[in-house]
């Protein structure tokens, strides 16, 4: 089993950056694809898939709605993997999700993932 912390995260003025971490511990990363969701505040919001990479790094998924802003990227040997978020705009304010799947299909989705870390709040003041 793995364990996930994600740090970085915080309050940013909009058209900020901020680059999110995800540290993993009991197992090795290179076994795992990986993925960021997020859930903004508010009852009844689901969790949002943000981004995901392949467990080679060969392969990266990112969501509409932060393509060309945010870029998913992994460093196997230090079993970690980051979010770098620009341009930052107050509607990504969210408390953020790193996950792990042993699968390499499906990883849009929140079900594909059955390791998550605690969360990091990003806040985007306007």
């Known amino acids: 089993q793995v364990q996930l912390v994600e740090s970085g995260g915080g309050l940013v003025q909009a058209g900020g950056s901020l680059r999110l971490s995800c540290a993993a511990s009991?197992?090795?990363?290179?076994?795992?694809?990986m993925g960021w969701f997020r859930q903004a505040p508010g009852a009844g919001k689901e969790r949002e898939f943000v981004?995901?990479?392949?467990?080679?790094?060969?392969?990266?998924y990112d969501a509409d709605s932060v393509r060309g802003r945010f870029t998913i990227s992994r460093d196997n040997a230090k079993n970690t993997v980051y979010l770098q978020m620009n341009v930052l705009k107050p509607e990504d304010t969210a408390v953020y999700y790193c996950?792990?799947?042993?699968?390499?299909?499906?990883?849009?989705?929140?079900?594909?993932?059955?390791?998550w870390g605690q969360g990091t709040q990003v806040t985007v003041s306007s």
């Open positions: 996950a792990a799947s042993p699968h390499d299909y499906g990883l849009e989705y929140a079900s594909a993932y059955p390791y």
């Open positions: 981004a995901a990479i392949t467990w080679t790094g060969g392969r990266t």
């Open positions: 009991g197992r090795t990363l290179t076994t795992y694809d």
